[in-house]
């Protein structure tokens, strides 16, 4: 404990800060008046700001109004985050505030002050003797020492049956007054304690969510960090603790607790020191208690699963996006030739050139030429065959399609044909077969053939095999 530690620790843990405020007594009277005393780990807004209105108001009647403030005023200024002396949170469209753990720390210190009748050094030794030899016996004994040590706990239960038979076992007042005391004492503590613990849980809530939400991308790591973070709370050591406590608070131990609760009370020492009835009320505080930190770890690991169905949610809804974007890139590659090659992979192998499979250098030969050009005459009828061609006029071709389509769904070339005959040949079949390559009502069957009938320019009939060509009306 150095001078720097303790000078920062004064500044930054608002247990030490709510103990220097120049409010210490009243926010403290006023919290064990409505929390501690009343038994409440939570309660709502109007119940809340109800009780430090009448508060405020007692204390300024009585001495001289030193706290002009309105009630709101002082608990907006608790719930802050740089005093940090209550909570508050909705639930079911409610307001509800509570203690933090550093209030519970201060207000467990304030009756630690106060003085006791008595000190029960004797329970509190057994207590610290029992613990010891619990580690020793879970820690450090081997098979043979323990069961050693079970014989010797055989035997001093035999003895105590002995002393009980004898009546010389009995307790007496005092120590009953010491048991008592300490249990109170720890009960209180064990109360305290869970509040640490929810704050814990919450703050590890917190801390997943803001990791998941900025680290992580993909849906796999996300999943492995929202397990490992699971099972991080359970197998931390306040985790394991509290998770095995809960185990003994629901099994037989909490019948058997409940009947301790209502018989102790007919001794009359055992209600002469709990004249609170702080025993009696233990179980179901401590019921609820836990079940408020069970409520958190709950919400916890529910919170991690939204986030991943939320995730997923997305990351299903970006694969539609991407399959609808190759849908439609899949249509518009529809009108393009389907002879073209995918893509091409370079042979494999090396080329190998030896030099001697080269060539040596020969030198070409010169040739000579003294052959005399004689003329000659050209048949004029031969050059008049150049000119006398035809053409295919495809704008034709595509009106005798798109009247055909007007009475029938889809056609084939073999219909078209048969309707507006063939005349001038392989050319007009090819005039076809471009339109049906180019337009986009035009489908190509490579894998069926069919026959046409066809006539050229010079009356000669022919027969053509082609891919078998329909052309559907849109």
Do not use: C
Not at 186 to 210: C, G, H, P, Q, V
Not at 289 to 315: C, G, K, P, T, Y
Not at 445 to 469: M, T
């Amino acid at each position: 404990m150095t001078f720097d530690y303790l000078k920062a620790l004064k500044s930054s843990k608002p247990a030490l800060r709510l103990i220097g405020s120049d409010h210490f007594a009243m926010i403290l009277s006023w919290m064990h008046a409505l929390f501690i005393a009343q038994n409440r780990r939570r309660a709502p807004h109007r119940v809340v700001l109800q009780s430090l209105e009448d508060h405020l108001f007692d204390l300024n009647s009585r001495f001289n109004n030193p706290f002009p403030q309105t009630a709101k005023h002082y608990l907006d200024t608790f719930v802050k985050a740089e005093y940090g002396y209550m909570r508050r949170y909705y639930e079911n469209e409610e307001l509800f505030y509570e203690l933090t753990p550093d209030t519970y720390r201060v207000l467990e210190f304030v009756e630690s002050l106060q003085r006791k009748e008595f000190v029960g050094s004797g329970t509190k030794f057994s207590l610290i003797f029992e613990l010891l030899e619990k580690l020793e016996y879970e820690a450090l004994l081997d098979t043979e020492e323990r069961l050693a040590s079970i014989d010797a706990r055989i035997a001093k239960l035999q003895q105590e049956r002995e002393k009980i038979a004898t009546e010389e076992g009995v307790v007496d007042e005092t120590q009953i007054k010491e048991i008592v005391s300490e249990v109170i004492t720890l009960s209180r503590r064990l109360l305290y304690d869970f509040s640490d613990i929810e704050y814990n849980f919450r703050a590890l809530n917190r801390e997943t969510k803001e990791k998941i939400a900025t680290a992580f991308k993909s849906k796999s790591e996300v999943l492995d960090f929202v397990f490992d973070s699971e099972e991080a709370i359970k197998n931390s050591d306040q985790g394991k603790s509290f998770f095995a406590f809960w185990e003994l608070l629901t099994s037989e131990k909490n019948e058997k607790l409940e009947e301790l609760g209502e018989k102790l009370y007919s001794i009359e020492s055992v209600a002469e020191a709990d004249k609170d009835r702080q025993l009696a009320n233990f179980k179901y505080d401590l019921v609820v208690s836990a079940h408020q930190v069970q409520i958190m770890v709950n919400r916890l690991i529910e919170q991690l699963r939204r986030f991943i169905d939320e995730r997923a949610w997305l990351e299903n809804r970006r694969v539609l996006e991407l399959i609808s974007s190759i849908e439609k890139r899949t249509l518009a590659l529809k009108h393009y030739p389907k002879n073209r090659d995918f893509m091409t992979v370079a042979r494999p192998g090396i080329d190998v050139a030896m030099p001697l499979e080269k060539r040596m250098f020969e030198p070409q030969e010169v040739g000579s030429f003294n052959a005399e050009l004689k003329e000659d005459t050209i048949d004029l009828d031969i050059t008049e065959a150049l000119f006398d061609k035809f053409w295919v006029d495809e704008t034709q071709l595509h009106r005798n399609i798109i009247e055909l389509l007007q009475h029938h769904s889809q056609i084939s070339l073999k219909e078209i044909v048969d309707a507006y005959p063939v005349s001038k040949g392989v050319a007009e079949i090819v005039g076809y077969l471009s339109l049906a390559t180019t337009l986009s009502i035009g489908y190509i069957n490579e894998s069926a053939k069919e026959e046409l009938e066809v006539e050229d320019v010079d009356g000669r009939k022919l027969v053509v095999r082609v891919p078998k060509i329909l052309f559907i009306r849109e």
